[in-house]
Antibody, heavy 124, light 110 residues
Framework: QVQLQESGPGLVKTSETLSLTCTVSGYSISSGYYWGWIRQPPGKGLQWIGNINYNGSTNYNPSLKSRVTISLDTSENQFSLKLSSVTAADTAVYYC?????????????????WGQGTLVTVSS | QSALTQPPSASGSPGQSVTISCTGTNSDVGGYNYVSWYQQRPGKAPKLMIYEVTKRPSGVPDRFSGSKSGNTASLTVSGLQAEDEADYYCSSYASSNDCVFGGGTKLTVL
């Protein structure tokens, strides 16, 4: 069973870059599927940030695209999120996720497995 | 990319059925059979309940069902139980290769 675990600083200063890592166990990220990031501001709904597939091709939310980078580290079986020039509006619980097993087509963009989430607060 | 539209709240008594709607456009919900529904309990990660509009992952009770008509997808919970009280989110694949979520619906079991 695939498992995902987010890690990174819980506090980031305004205008700096937020960096998170998702460590995957139970499946090799280079073997297939899409690996993504979703966030949830406190008390609010879910927002898709973007994803990367197993061969490194990325897709980003158009509203965040200019500030987001998602990358793979196959040697560590991890993938990462970088969000630049953060403001208080970027304060949220950040989740990493993977496609559902045996997905196909656009269904693979939608999360099947989720990490537990990590709260990142942006403050000066 | 605009969020899908869900009612903020829904409710029902134990044993009743409740349906939650999720309205998008023909660029997302209406254009593809790639709609998922998630259940989220307080302080927890979302859990996949329905995928590809109507399909249930292993382990999800058959009280949960999904459907779609035009640009609106729906989640129906039959035989409501206290444990079904949670927030529910829809999600859809969208053209331009991205993904969009609904604003979420808080389901209360009365």
């Amino acid at each position: 069973q695939v498992q995902l675990q987010e890690s990174g600083p819980g506090l980031v200063k305004t205008s700096e870059t937020l960096s998170l890592t998702c460590t995957v166990s139970g499946y090799s990220i280079s073997s297939g599927y899409y690996w993504g990031w979703i966030r949830q501001p406190p008390g609010k709904g879910l927002q898709w940030i973007g994803n990367i597939n197993y061969n490194g091709s990325t897709n980003y939310n158009p509203s965040l695209k200019s500030r987001v980078t998602i990358s793979l580290d196959t040697s560590e079986n991890q993938f990462s999120l970088k969000l630049s020039s953060v403001t208080a509006a970027d304060t949220a619980v950040y989740y990493c996720a993977r496609s559902r097993t045996y997905c196909s087509g656009g269904s693979c963009y939608l999360p099947g497995y989720w990490g537990q989430g990590t709260l990142v607060t942006v403050s000066s | 990319q605009s969020a899908l539209t869900q009612p903020p709240s829904a409710s029902g008594s134990p044993g009743q059925s409740v349906t939650i709607s999720c309205t998008g456009t023909n660029s997302d919900v209406g254009g593809y059979n790639y709609v998922s529904w998630y259940q989220q309990r307080p302080g927890k990660a979302p859990k996949l309940m329905i995928y590809e509009v109507t399909k249930r992952p292993s382990g999800v009770p058959d009280r949960f069902s999904g459907s779609k008509s035009g640009n609106t997808a729906s989640l129906t919970v039959s035989g409501l139980q206290a444990e079904d009280e949670a927030d529910y989110y829809c999600s859809s694949y969208a053209s331009s290769n991205d993904c969009v979520f609904g604003g979420g619906t808080k389901l209360t079991v009365l």
